[in-house]
T-cell receptor, first 114, second 115 residues
Framework: EAGVAQSPRYKIIEKRQSVAFWCNPI?????LYWYQQILGQGPKLLIQ????????DSQLPKDRFSAERLKGVDSTLKIQPAKLEDSAVYLC????????????FGQGTRLTVV | DAKTTQPNSMESNEEEPVHLPCNHS???????IHWYRQLPSQGPEYVIH???SNVNNRMASLAIAEDRKSSTLILHRATLRDAAVYYC????????????????FGQGTELSVKP
């Protein structure tokens, strides 16, 4: 079974620039999560999708962050404009339906804002 | 969201058992107890989960207290490859079946394993 694919693995941008991350979940997984992990902290949930609908985006800074999951498969997370404090690893995870299931994580995208 | 409390760090010797505790006194009846671990420079990986009964798999065992307010992840023989941050998470079984439950991480326990 192929895992969760994320790209790019690394990205360096200047503040005020925009950036986009891509995630391809495991085939058939209806639930998709995006997390932000700042160095030394646990992952922070940014947004949760069920198919192509948003279940929870309460922690997403909507003035600069946006996410979409067209057709309920791939997803993109965008930051525009980026700030220095956005430097972090952005993780994507997916799971099948229900709470009694395991989630699978990608390797993440390490973003550095200079 | 239900909260878990874990020690910040623990140490173990190689080949010895490790018991990683987790307190979750506000757990509700629909919360599953999940454990994930994160090796350096990798995404988190699933370890084990349970609801009420103790669970075993090839990676670890999960012991759940009778009142479900605490649990312990047991690694039977620690190896150097088990050095990681271990997260205890309460994953709510959603009221709407076709929604995956929330997966909210805390700070976790950083486990170091000495040769």
């Amino acid at each position: 079974e192929a895992g969760v694919a994320q790209s790019p693995r690394y990205k360096i941008i200047e503040k005020r620039q925009s950036v986009a991350f891509w995630c391809n979940p495991i085939s058939g997984h209806a639930t998709l999560y995006w997390y932000q992990q700042i160095l030394g902290q646990g992952p922070k949930l940014l947004i949760q999708f069920q198919n192509n609908g948003v279940v929870d985006d309460s922690q997403l800074p909507k003035d600069r962050f946006s996410a979409e999951r067209l057709k309920g498969v791939d997803s993109t997370l965008k930051i525009q404009p980026a700030k220095l404090e956005d430097s972090a690893v952005y993780l994507c995870a997916s799971s099948s339906r229900g709470g009694n299931t395991e989630a699978f994580f990608g390797q993440g995208t390490r973003l550095t804002v200079v | 969201d239900a909260k878990t409390t874990q020690p910040n760090s623990m140490e173990s010797n190689e080949e010895e058992p490790v018991h990683l505790p987790c307190n979750h006194s506000t757990i509700s009846g629909t919360d599953y107890i999940h454990w994930y671990r994160q090796l350096p420079s990798q995404g988190p990986e699933y370890v084990i989960h349970g609801l009420t009964s103790n669970v075993n798999n090839r990676m670890a065992s999960l012991a759940i207290a009778e009142d479900r307010k605490s649990s312990t992840l047991i690694l039977h023989r620690a190896t150097l490859r088990d050095a990681a941050v271990y997260y205890c998470i309460l994953r709510t079984y959603p009221l709407i079946y076709n929604q995956g439950g929330k997966l909210i991480f805390g700070q976790g326990t950083e486990l170091s394993v000495k040769p």
